[in-house]
């Protein structure tokens, strides 16, 4: 006698089903897995639309500014920054445009010179995307 004239029919269905939708439901979450949203580095022509001739410097105290710390965390997870710098370390400067529509916030990364800027609509609250910026020749001071 095979193990298979001992299980009754209706339990090897139920056991096939069972493996068919756990398969199903492991496919679907590795897929989901996979296709989640990185975060959004702007191309060189949105970025400048975002400047001002002459950006102003805001302190990092500012209540104004924007809460970026869960999209820091999306860049850490996608390795755009270093998790080597600690927090208090990370925000190097602020800057508002003229009209204060948008903001950039500078992050500090591993590089001298070089910064993750977050460009940040203040008039949606919601980060537009981000820039490696490799000097601070972008902002001009009023």
């Given at each position: 006698?095979?193990?298979?004239?001992?299980?009754?029919?209706?339990?090897?269905?139920?056991?096939?089903?069972?493996?068919?939708?756990?398969?199903?439901?492991?496919?679907?979450?590795?897929?989901?897995?996979?296709?989640?949203?990185?975060?959004?580095?702007?191309?060189?022509?949105?970025?400048?639309?975002?400047?001002?001739?002459?950006?102003?410097?805001?302190?990092?105290?500012?209540?104004?500014?924007?809460?970026?710390?869960?999209?820091?965390?999306?860049?850490?997870?996608?390795?755009?920054?270093?998790?080597?710098?600690?927090?208090?370390?990370?925000?190097?400067?602020?800057?508002?445009?003229?009209?204060?529509?948008?903001?950039h916030i500078l992050l500090a990364t591993e590089n001298e010179n070089s910064y993750v800027s977050l460009i940040v609509n203040r008039n949606k609250k919601k980060i537009i995307g981000?820039?490696?910026?490799?000097?601070?020749?972008?902002?001009?001071?009023?």
């Amino acid at each position: 006698m095979t193990i298979f004239t001992k299980i009754h029919p209706v339990h090897l269905t139920f056991f096939i089903i069972f493996a068919i939708t756990a398969s199903l439901c492991a496919l679907i979450i590795i897929l989901k897995m996979s296709r989640k949203k990185r975060p959004k580095q702007l191309e060189k022509e949105k970025f400048d639309a975002t400047l001002s001739p002459v950006m102003k410097e805001i302190t990092t105290t500012d209540d104004a500014i924007f809460n970026f710390w869960p999209y820091v965390s999306e860049l850490k997870s996608a390795k755009i920054l270093s998790n080597k710098i600690k927090e208090n370390e990370l925000v190097y400067k602020v800057y508002r445009y003229a009209n204060e529509q948008f903001e950039h916030i500078l992050l500090a990364t591993e590089n001298e010179n070089s910064y993750v800027s977050l460009i940040v609509n203040r008039n949606k609250k919601k980060i537009i995307g981000y820039a490696v910026v490799d000097s601070q020749g972008h902002y001009s001071l009023t």
